[in-house]
């Protein structure tokens, strides 16, 4: 069996802290544990992407911001694919990968903004990310695969683009927000 492909049928994988160590691409894609959380996977791994990105904030220039959201994408497109297969599910919910790059895109172009503005940064991020309306749930359609088939970048593709669409979304949420 190839790794990176379990045999067709193999029943869904549920991670934990043994599988997060078990390949460099499952800690990454499971938001280095906080895809693990029990309940509201996505919403820990955003809470986690804030606090990295507080942490992370002082970057000197906003290129290395620009090169460090392009290497998360690709690093994490690689990991999510992985993960997935690994998993034999085609977008896990315990993935959060999807949501740290995102949010950071977020909260990378909101900022300066106070705890508040954050906060509400937060809370449309997560509205658009699980309800999903109108072009989040076009985009989170657009990369599933069909019943039994094998997962392939596609899919990993997909894990993140319905997430980027969703900051999208905040973003113009955001910017309507202030223009008004």
Known sequence: ???????????????????????????????FGSGLSPVAPGTVGTLWAWLAFLVLQPLPSPLHWVVLLVASFFIGWWACTVTARHMAVADPGAIVWDEVLAFWLVLWLVMPA??????????????????????????????????????????????????????????????????L
């Open 1 to 31: 069996m190839n790794s990176l492909n379990p045999p067709v049928g193999q029943a869904p994988r549920k991670p934990t802290w043994r599988f997060l160590f078990a390949h460099p691409a499952h800690a990454i894609a499971l938001g």
């Open 114 to 179: 106070g705890l508040w503005g954050q906060f509400w940064a937060f809370a449309l991020f997560r509205f658009f990310d699980a309800a999903k309306p109108g072009p989040v749930a076009w985009a989170d359609a657009l990369f599933k695969g069909k019943r039994g088939a094998p997962i392939g970048w596609a899919q990993g593709f997909g894990i993140i683009f319905d997430d980027l669409v969703a900051a999208l979304c905040t973003l113009v949420v955001i910017a309507l927000w202030r223009w």
